[in-house]
């Protein structure tokens, strides 16, 4: 892969860049101390993968992310920044990852197997996202104890992998109740009641919890959203997760892409 990074201050640019060339499926690493200077080099050269922090001068990492996603659709991007205040907006971009630094070449190796899809699994699950966001196993419509469990998966699904935290969530399932301790009860009731809904069909491996971060396996699901993104198939018509109001963005996201 070919890689850039980019940060404006000097030193936690050369870390990044240590632990980005430390891994064997980087090929090369360009690394740039200004948003300007990426973009000007991305539009003339190839870029697979961006390790991007988020808080920079300039139009930021957020804004450079946009641009460099318009030059090259398929570029992943792995932000990188030493708050969580900016996860939700990274995630709203669909970012392929968010690390937190300090940034490690164990973190970033992570990431980048998680991108490769380094396991070759059996799809456990197919999740239908066009249209209504409904969930099949051998081609029957899964149940699930609460409407807020399949719910939670599809905020999940619609971060394409990338990981949440709890606030994260509650955030998006309960916007208008500000009530943090209960909401943080409520969410590991939904989480339970997932976990053993994915159980009873031995997909329990589909829903990833890594202390304090939530995400779907990608690589154990069959997804038309997914394959959307990374092939241009099957084709969107316009409507993405209808129920949820939240998945508005999303939707008007993939009208972008057609």
């Known amino acids: ?16 860049c240590e632990a980005v060339s430390a891994s064997a ?9 200004s948003c300007s200077a990426a973009l000007s080099y991305a539009s003339e050269n190839g870029v697979d993968i961006a ?31 030493g708050y969580d ?31 490769k899809g380094v396991r070759t699994a059996e799809k456990l699950l197919t999740i239908k996202c066009f249209g209504n966001f409904e969930v099949l196993h051998n081609g029957e419509i899964l149940t699930f104890k609460r409407k807020k469990a399949k719910e939670l998966l599809a905020v999940l699904v619609d971060r394409n992998g990338a990981s949440m935290t709890a606030k994260q969530i ?19 009731q939904l989480v339970l009641d997932l976990k053993n809904t994915l159980k009873t069909i031995e997909a329990e491996e589909v829903l990833k919890h890594d202390t304090p971060y939530y995400r779907v396996d ?7 959203y997914i394959s959307f993104l990374e092939t241009g198939k099957p084709a969107f018509l316009g ?3 209808s129920q949820y109001s939240w998945a508005e963005d999303t939707c008007a996201m ?3 892409k057609i």
């Not at 090929?27 to 740039?32: D, I, Q």
């Not at 139009?59 to 030059?71: H, R, T």
């Open 170 to 188: 509650c955030a998006i399932l309960f916007p208008d109740d500000t009530d943090d301790s209960k909401n943080s009860a409520y969410l590991r």
């Open 218 to 224: 990608t690589n154990l699901v069959k997804c038309d």
């Open 239 to 241: 409507e993405y997760m």
């Open 51 to 81: 390790f991007l922090d988020i808080n920079m001068r300039g139009i930021g990492g957020l804004g450079l992310a946009e641009k460099l996603m318009e030059l090259h659709p398929r570029c992943k991007i792995i932000f990188c920044t």
């Open 254 to 256: 993939l009208q972008f």
């Open 85 to 115: 205040e900016y996860a939700v907006s990274a995630f709203q971009l669909h970012a392929s990852g968010y690390l937190m630094k300090p940034i490690t070449a164990e973190a970033v190796q992570k990431e980048i197997d998680h991108i």
């Open 1 to 16: 892969m070919k890689a850039i990074a980019v940060d404006d201050e000097i030193y936690m640019l050369e870390t990044l």
């Open 25 to 33: 499926d980087i090929e090369a690493v360009e690394a740039f101390s």
